[in-house]
């Protein structure tokens, strides 16, 4: 079992819609969640920051983590066609420590 | 404020063959990592160095790999002799020291590494 799973997608969403990505995770001990977001050969680019439960909100993106069910979520609300990217999932143990990727979802919003 | 940088942004060399990539991260970022992605894979972590100490280097797949920081500044990655195997993308990733209140990571464009 892997220690991070993520749909791979692709995801598929009209232009304006509501956007849920979701990934699931084995280990309790995980306390760090991130999202990023990854452009076609582009490095992945940080997009929310959560440490332990709870909502994060910026701007149209929306981080939820729920430490009971090991459950991770990211909302876009009004999707654009610029939100077409993949989007991964990253988590980690401590501060400073290394990050457990999921394999990313590939979201396509079309105009 | 500059980014995490990469070189080469591509490479592509014979089984066999040496490679050395580059990453330097972001002025005063103490922590410095390697990740790879291999085609069809997520990505995995290879190492971490705080300064110019390893703290971290779990995810080398094998001894031909070797991992530098002179300094504590930039890193180096080389792999001798590389095999079909260690293609994929190798990106590099840099976060200030814990407690700064900023311990997420920024990556780098990655360089693509293609062994034939």
């Known amino acids: 079992q892997k220690e991070v799973e993520q749909d791979p997608g692709p995801l598929s969403v009209p232009e304006g819609a509501i956007v849920s990505l979701n990934c699931t995770y084995s280990n309790s001990a995980f306390q760090y969640f991130m999202w990023y977001r990854q452009y076609s050969r582009k490095g992945p680019e940080l997009l929310m920051y959560?440490?332990?439960?709870g909502n994060k909100e910026d701007g149209r993106f929306t981080a939820q983590v729920d430490k009971s069910s090991k459950y991770i979520s990211l909302f876009i609300r009004d999707s654009q066609p610029s939100d077409s990217a993949t989007y991964l999932c990253?988590?980690?143990?401590?501060?400073?420590?290394?990050?457990?990727f999921g394999g990313g979802t590939r979201l396509m919003v079309k105009p | 404020e500059a980014g995490v940088t990469q070189f080469p942004s591509h490479s592509v060399i014979e089984k066999g063959q040496t490679v050395t990539l580059r990453c330097d991260p972001i002025?005063?970022?103490?922590?410095l990592y390697w990740y790879r992605r291999v085609m069809g894979k997520e990505i995995k972590f290879l190492l971490h160095f705080v300064k110019e100490s390893k703290q971290d280097e779990s995810g080398m797949p094998n001894n031909r790999f070797l991992a530098e920081r002179t300094g504590g500044t930039y890193s180096t990655l080389k792999v001798q002799p590389a095999e079909l195997e260690d293609s994929g993308v190798y990106f590099c990733a840099s976060s200030p020291f814990p407690g700064q209140g900023k311990e997420t990571q920024y990556f780098g464009p990655g360089t693509r590494l293609l062994v034939l």
């Open positions: 002025s005063g970022h103490d922590n």
């Open positions: 990253a988590i980690g143990y401590n501060a400073g420590n290394m990050l457990t």
């Open positions: 959560t440490y332990s439960s």
